[in-house]
């Protein structure tokens, strides 16, 4: 595995090792405070460059934090702080960065951009979020997925919301793993026609698109939401209010499942949008679990790029 930049493009071995890897590693920390570092130092002498050309709470700080604690170095980056943001193209900044670090995380708009710092960079490239998708998001949920049911299989998971990164994720994932997806937005906000062709075609799981959010609900085991504006949109977060009004994860919803129903947000909510405060802060919320997996899956997907896992 050189890169992780799409799910797709990672073998199913490799996705099945992450996920077990992960479980390792997250049991190993029990009990040990944040700062510590892991067995052995994998990442000893290894510096991490995280460049961020968007906001991030999560992604920042878990990557920050997990490579610390493998033993390696992080150095947090802004792309309008750096010579990108005034016109240095992405692949000399590749080629530059490759000769400091020994890893590039990037959070980008297009995947382009992503796909161009890979081309150019000797080093592994992450994709830490892009306007088309957002991998660590998607294994970290599978993850914690696994950690509350055990199996995917038979599994009803519906998202609701705007068909965004966070769903063609989800796609991808639908390809390889089985699991009943279920994606439930407005018309005109559906996810990418080639993913939902993909997840279609390769007969892995049963997918289903609707534009019905009662009736989709019923039989949910996960309901999973999202913003309804992502970031680059939020000139729209007023006007698509009135348009995904039907669409909010709020108790009546989660009462429509008939089953006790998980709720699973990647975060950042926007309380009162997608989400209410009550359904965030019920028993069956489990976005914060969710949010610490992060950290848990990304030190496993490093270690897979550094040939360094046991798995
Ligand atoms: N879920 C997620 O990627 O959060 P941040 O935008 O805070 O990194
Ligand atoms: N869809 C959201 C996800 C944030 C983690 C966005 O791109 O803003």
Known sequence: MKNFLNISDTSIQDLTGILEQAKMMKNARIGLPK???DEGQPLSQHIVALVFEKPSTRTRTSFDVGVRQLGGQPMLLSGTEMQLGQGETISDTARVLSRYVDLIMLRTFE??????????????????????????????DIFTIFENKKHLDNLKIVYVGDGNNIVNSWLVMASI?????????????????????????????????????????????????????????????????????????NSAMMSKTNKNTLLMHCLPAERGR??????????????????????????AIMLKLFDKGSL
């Open 274 to 299: 997608e989400t209410t405060d009550n359904v965030m802060e019920s028993k069956n919320s489990i976005v914060f679990q969710q949010a610490e997996n992060r950290m848990h899956i990304q030190n």
């Open 177 to 249: 793993l089985p699991m009943h997806f279920v994606c439930v937005c407005p018309s005109g906000y559906e996810p990418d026609n080639e993913l939902m062709d993909k997840v279609q075609s390769s007969n892995i799981s049963t997918f289903e698109l609707s534009h019905n959010p009662s009736e989709s609900v019923i039989g949910a085991d996960i309901i999973y939401t999202d913003v309804w504006a992502s970031m680059g949109q939020k000139n729209e977060s007023k006007s698509r209010e009135k348009i995904f009004l039907e669409y909010q994860v």
């Open 111 to 140: 995947s382009q951009t992503l796909y161009e710092m890979a081309k150019h960079s000797t080093v592994p490239v992450i994709n830490g979020l892009t306007d088309y998708n957002h991998p660590c998001q998607i294994m970290c």
């Open 35 to 37: 700062g510590a570092c």
